[in-house]
């Protein structure tokens, strides 16, 4: 014989250690009765009898129904209730709790202990004969249900609300709440009738029989196919088992001296100390939730009864400072006696996360390292855009939801193009504009920034839009495939709703969500707490923060912010505006001559392009990057050149319009491309037409020279994209090396600058120590690189990315969050291979993960010098990089 | 003082061994003369010696010139001629050799030893002042070009050639040879006054300061800007030095019983044993090349000079079995005296390289192992496509180059579409045609295969013409930039030629050359030996070689070339021709209902494609893959149904027509994408639309159940393309094997069938172990995996791939032979992590790299188990895998 093993556990006799025996729930109920908090009594069945009961073909263990018996022989006492008393009837409530919270295990059962004779006892403790009946017939729905419903699948749940459903319409009754007690008994005689039909036996009455039943379907409900499905995906070992957990049922509506309510330590919203919360008397937790009384605040309580709030107040300053964090706290009053049902960190919004945080170090509750790590950086975000005022009042107009693809939220009218945004737009009538479009396409900036926000059926996160969204912090919803537009009309159309040109939409960029109407938006500060925990941040951080910066303006935002240097200056956004007609000059060029004569002309206007940028950064490094897109991104549009030969051919066959405009579409034919992410872009563009980057780079350290000349500092970096092979880095370093002495040498200075490249392609990863001997620094982008790691255009995601996400294939859009396990792997292998070839070498990140908090900390791992991110993530990546020095510190 | 050192080696010092001290050119002379050849007397000086000079700041070490000065002394006695004599001059030939053949370094110096006295002996000698004094010319400006134009740039040929001209003006002589001994007697004199004006020096009359300034300028050649550049780039060490060889001249012009030429051991074109080549009597070798006089066949010296032939031909049967390989040799009769001035391995036709190993074999010169090694794989396919008739004679007709895409020749008239070409081509007038397009797409492959040949101005190696061209074995040029098409005019420009439809052209799809005109073209059999060579192959190779074929023919075609199963059967091609309108309502379908009809039509006629390969394959597997393509790939061109839906609005503005075509149009915009191949195609399309696979599953496993039934072999295996993340996998197949299961249900008959992925997206490479645990196969699909790695698309590569290997910024092209550095380290590591995570799984590759044999030659070092290719390059295949397996035998 087995020397007798411990299998239950009063929650007195737990801890908050003891999770891996108790589970997660056993733990917390017993932590919580261990600081003396008035937890309703009970006990837990440990994981390890679970995985005895189930290793021995799902039978109970001799020994643990004496054990049981004898535990609850002391809740009964603590309680001052029977457990199947006619006149005091202890009611217990049966749940699962493994050691990992985890879907697809037994759900809660209520009220167990309810039979024909236990419910008199009720009514009378609660003088309620409706809330008694109800309670009765739920509890033989939820037992039937939960308990029974593997072996009898009939026992389902939608079954017997059929049968409800046919009793409501024979009554006369709309809701559940119109049905009375006397039907309701009817009810369960009914529940119990049909009960017997489905099995062949009678519904157990007697309540240890009940209470036997339910913890065996606990212990089976561990192997069910859901959990089991569930722990292989996320790799949770098969033999933990799950606890199980026996508490008194206590009442919040037995009578004017009865309550039940929901408190947080500090105000949810603001993170201001104090209690903030919501309560009910005489009422159960699903009155709160059905919403047929309206909640009071907590501070009523303090009037109504002061000498329970007090108590009240205690137990929650006291709970704050045990688990060190703001709790959310639930209770119930029954009787006139205060109860704690559970307790835990509680939910807030980014500002009062900050606040709480930096509250709570200055009160030494916490380190200001913890406050660092207290804030999710991702929130932090959430804590820098225009929001949505009162989400949850909005719910019943969202009309669609999308890829929240440029966080903050707007509101205005919608416009169908960009010529029509702007023209309506700010600069133009200065009305708040939506510019809804299929994609949108680099022509289209100028209605882009006259828009208050952006919304597109097609495209990605990292699609135009978004990129664009998230540079200029445009609110934006991209990949929004549930909208149907008819650009001709002028409208689009979303189930029933149809919005057209002029119509008033709200889009919540921050989580995706497309509104109809005008709804109200608040502008978000930056407190002071957030400023304060920033330092804390710098301080702990490693990893250097840098932005993504084109313009003088955006360098300016990013360095209040707190960059450290520009990772990427991209440089084709200086080939826009009214810069065009140049540009397209130089491109449709037949002869080096009148190139190199729209270049020459160029040159200073980039030049003046830097030298704004440069003085910016007031001498922290900027990294340029040559230019990168195809060629035929700055000439007009193929098919509307393609519609106007076809129109013009049938209309003036003859006229010289249509023999230039021949021209130009036999050139857009020449410079198509099947798939121009692959194509003539990047190196590869500047190995075939060397002008242009020689132009450029004679442009950068043209500034740079002149600004050297005035004494000021500066650091140019000249990024090289797209190299796959080492030989077109040499290549074309070889030949800028020359353009950069050339242009030292012509301005009689001398400047600090670097050469280096972008890893973006596999292969450069692949071969990253060649590559590394030959240049100075890397700077991942990780856009392209996960796109060519993946095989996924950003452009064209939208057809199977939402999906994919939504069929869980993957967890995670890897346009997001780095994909560690595979793009993550590229680039530990590129670190590695580089760092061995040339030790020297400074190590980022440029791409759109660089602002990303899960990519900042994968970044840290991989001992980069520093992630560069949009100007508004830049205090994002500042706190996720300090996060991951301090975990890896912890670890 | 040093150890006296041996420096200077004469030939029969020497052997074919120590080519590391002597050179390739000094051991081979070496090797040749102790066999007992009559080659011309000389010696080497070794390349430490080389290094010595070089170390001590370009000075001859202490003693050489001694050492040379004796060897000079012996070679003289051998030759019965003085260096220097009046009478009888010893002339000598000065050539630099190191142990690798080198660009950049120094050229022959010819004749060394003339002066204004030891030209009168050499007059004397030939009786022949002519071309004593154009030696003397030559000798002055190559010993001036040669030697020191390095220190006077102004002695370069070219400035002796302009003298020249002005002297051939002033005697009024069109060509070199119409210029008399007289006149070249008064150029000497020129060439030796500019001389002295550009260096202040006399030209060196001295035989033996020429002679030491020669060798000097050996020396210092090695460290010239050429040959340094080039040693890094082939990974050369520096410090191998270079040999110099001093040999005696001989002269094949001395009169009629002197003579030169050059002949093979066998015959170069056939390979019959047989002695082939041809000579000149009291010729040089340059009146050979200068096309002068005709040469005799060497046939006809055996009657001429019996003896001589006789000793020609022992001499030759003995290079040929001393080096046991068929020999080109170079001879000079020097008055009746035979020399032997090089020989080397004959280069040879394809035919001729399979025969003369197969004879050499069977006559015991070689092993049978030995004849697999000797012929190039890479020739095969040359012996097995039709080939130009003598390409020499057709240079110039010549008239542009692309990339040689599909091998083989082919001559026909200019057809400027698909249409046309299938209009007047085979199946229609039966003309021979070749197809002349800008690019081809799918829609275009009832042209190609009406064409004798296609020709394109876009796309690289791998574009869709050039699949199809190899598929198919249709000759095909493609990227041939230089073209300028005008398909308006129907006609296409280039230089000067203008080429208009319907007239004739020919290409050679093996060389990449366009000719204008009809050149005749020539049929390849496979002959007797080739078929044994393949058998001696298939026994030492390890690799089983399997075919990419999508119909009966092909397979059958595949199965004659020695194929041992299909690795790739495209299903998308299934998809054309009269199934398209079916296919085109299956994609237009606005619901399941629609959709699902069309593909129940289909079902039937997969199954029927499907039985016919399997049928063809007679119980050898076949890797079925499900459907690849974007769906768009199946309808309409979108810029056509454009440009009618333009023509129409303005024409028929109310038009039915045009609301049909209106709504097609939006269609194609709705799928149309930015970067199609990195779009929804392969696994995503079907996790998006799963009825489109579900019934090419059930049409697999049902066709299998029929031959099954009929008691026939079979064994499908099914692939799913363009998986990345193993979550794809998991999903589709789970879907897929129901489909199985219940298809052999619903026949009544089990099937052996396998499910795998074809592993194309870099990220699977990364994580091939969790993708293998799901898959019972892996393919390498090397076309887009290189494409991903590499970030080019094999689409519009074309617009720089071609300038990439002229600039060698790569050496070869990736799509063309695998990139072991870069895409093979992502294979060797998918390689890896597969057969760890599962040791059973099968992996072979199937992309266009399977059938070049450097790629299947890595493929045996990765250990696959199969390569795929062409059904025309299965031989190709075979002979690299036995190869490969040959040289892994020998390391």
Same mark, same amino acid.
């Given at each position: ?425 700010? $600069? %133009? @009538?200065?009305?708040?504009?939506? *510019? /809804? ?7 289209? &900036?100028? =209605? ?10 097609? $495209? %990605? @996160?990292?699609?135009?839009?978004? *990129? /664009? ?7 934006? &919803?991209? =990949? ?412």
């Amino acid at each position: 014989m087995a020397s007798k093993k411990k299998r239950v556990y009063l929650f007195e006799e737990g801890a908050a250690s003891m999770n891996a025996e108790l589970g997660g729930k056993g733990a917390n109920l017993a932590e919580m009765t261990n600081l003396g908090m008035p937890v309703p009594p009970g006990f837990t069945i440990d994981t390890a009898t679970c995985n005895e009961y189930l290793a021995a073909g799902d039978k109970m263990p001799q020994g643990l129904w004496e054990d049981v018996d004898a535990a609850l022989r002391v809740v009964e006492e603590r309680a001052g209730k029977g457990f199947g008393d006619p006149q005091n009837p202890l009611l217990v409530s049966v749940r699962s709790g493994a050691k990992f919270s985890m879907p697809g295990m037994m759900d809660t059962v209520l009220n167990l202990g309810l039979n024909p004779v236990t419910i008199e006892g009720l009514i009378a403790g609660t003088g309620n004969p409706r809330f008694a009946y109800d309670g009765y017939r739920r509890f033989v729905m939820m037992f039937s249900d939960i308990v029974l419903s593997n072996d009898f699948p009939k026992l389902k749940k939608e079954h017997f609300e059929e049968i409800f459903n046919a009793l409501k319409a024979k009554v006369g009754a709309k809701q559940d709440t119109d049905v009375g007690a006397e039907d309701l008994a009817v009810l369960v005689g009914q529940f119990k009738e049909y009960f017997q039909k489905q099995t062949g036996y009678e519904f157990p009455d007697e309540p240890k029989e009940q209470l036997r039943l339910a913890i065996e379907a606990v212990f089976k409900s561990w192997n069910n196919p859901r959990a089991f499905t569930y722990r292989n995906a996320e790799k949770i070992p098969h033999d933990l088992g799950t606890a199980v957990n026996v508490q008194t049922m206590v009442f919040g509506n037995m009578g004017d001296d009865s309550g039940t309510g929901v408190a947080f330590t500090r105000d949810a919203a603001t993170g201001e100390k104090m209690l903030y919360g919501e309560y009910l008397m005489n009422a159960q937790g699903e009155d709160v939730v059905a919403g047929v009384r309206t909640p009071m605040p907590i501070s009523d309580l303090k009037d109504q009864n002061p000498k329970l709030y007090k108590q009240f107040e205690t137990i929650a300053q006291k709970l704050e400072k045990h688990y060190r964090n703001m709790q959310d706290i639930e209770f119930t009053i029954e009787k006139g006696r205060l109860y704690i049902l559970q307790c835990r960190n509680g939910k807030r919004t980014p500002a009062a996360a900050i606040r709480i945080a930096v509250d709570q170090a200055k009160e030494k509750l916490i380190t200001k390292d913890e406050a660092v790590l207290r804030v999710e950086a991702s929130q932090l975000e959430g804590a820098m855009h225009p929001q949505l005022k009162d989400v949850t009042k909005q719910k019943d107009k969202a009309i669609a939801k999308g890829l929240n693809a440029g966080p903050g939220a707007a509101t205005g009218m919608a416009a169908f193009d960009a010529d029509t945004a702007a023209r309506l737009g700010k $600069g %133009g @009538r200065n009305e708040q504009i939506i *510019l /809804v479009s299929a994609e949108t396409t680099p022509d289209d &900036i100028h =209605g882009m920034l006259a828009a208050q926000g952006v919304l597109t059926s097609r $495209g %990605g @996160r990292t699609s135009h839009a978004a *990129l /664009v969204a998230r540079q200029f912090g445009i609110p934006t &919803i991209c =990949g929004c495939g549930e909208l149907s537009i008819n650009g001709a009309k002028r409208q689009f159309t979303v189930g029933d709703t149809t919005i057209s040109e002029g119509d008033w939409i709200t889009i919540d960029g921050t989580t995706g969500v497309v509104y109809k109407g005008q709804l109200p938006i608040e502008a978000s500060a930056i407190t002071g707490e957030f400023a304060e925990l920033m330092e804390w941040a710098d301080k702990a951080r490693k990893l250097m923060v840098w932005t993504n910066a084109d313009s003088p303006e955006q360098a300016a935002e990013a360095v209040r912010n707190g960059a450290e240097g520009i990772g990427l200056c991209r440089t084709e956004h200086m080939f826009l505006g009214d810069r065009v007609p140049i540009v397209q000059r130089m491109i449709l060029a037949e002869d080096d001559k009148v190139r190199q004569k729209a270049l020459d002309q160029l040159l200073p206007l980039q030049k003046a392009d830097f030298l704004g940028i440069f003085e910016a950064m007031e001498g922290r490094p900027v990294v340029v990057r040559l230019i990168d897109p195809p060629l035929h991104e700055f000439l007009p549009n193929h098919s509307e050149v393609q519609q106007q030969v076809y129109v013009e051919r049938i209309l003036n066959p003859t006229s010289k319009k249509l023999a230039k405009l021949e021209a130009l579409l036999s050139k857009l034919e020449e410079m198509h491309e099947a798939n121009p992410m692959l194509g003539l872009r990047g190196c590869r563009l500047s190995i075939v037409f060397p002008q242009i980057v020689q132009m450029q780079v004679s442009a950068i350290i043209g500034a740079a020279c002149d600004l050297k000349a005035r004494d000021l500092d500066v650091h140019p970096e000249i990024m090289i994209p797209l190299v796959g092979h080492v030989n077109e880095l040499k290549h074309l370093r070889g030949q800028l090396e020359q353009v950069a002495k050339d242009t030292m040498k012509a301005a009689g200075v001398k400047v600090d600058y670097k050469f280096g490249t972008m890893i973006e392609i596999p292969r450069a990863c692949l071969t990253a120590d060649e590559i590394a001997r030959e240049a100075e620094f890397f700077s991942f982008g990780t856009n392209d690189l996960t796109q060519m790691a993946f095989g996924i255009s950003r452009d064209d995601a939208g057809g199977f990315l939402p999906q994919y996400l939504e069929k869980k294939i993957l967890k995670e859009d890897p346009t997001v969050s780095i994909d560690v396990e595979g793009v993550g792997k590229l680039m530990r292998l590129c670190v590695d291979l580089a760092k061995q070839a040339n030790p020297k070498i400074k190590l980022g990140i440029c791409g759109e993960h660089g602002g990303d908090p899960a990519s900042v900390k994968f970044c840290h791992t991989l001992g980069l010098t520093y992630v560069s991110c949009s100007p508004k993530r830049v205090p994002v990546a500042r706190l996720a990089a300090a996060q991951a020095a301090l975990e890896e510190k912890a670890a």
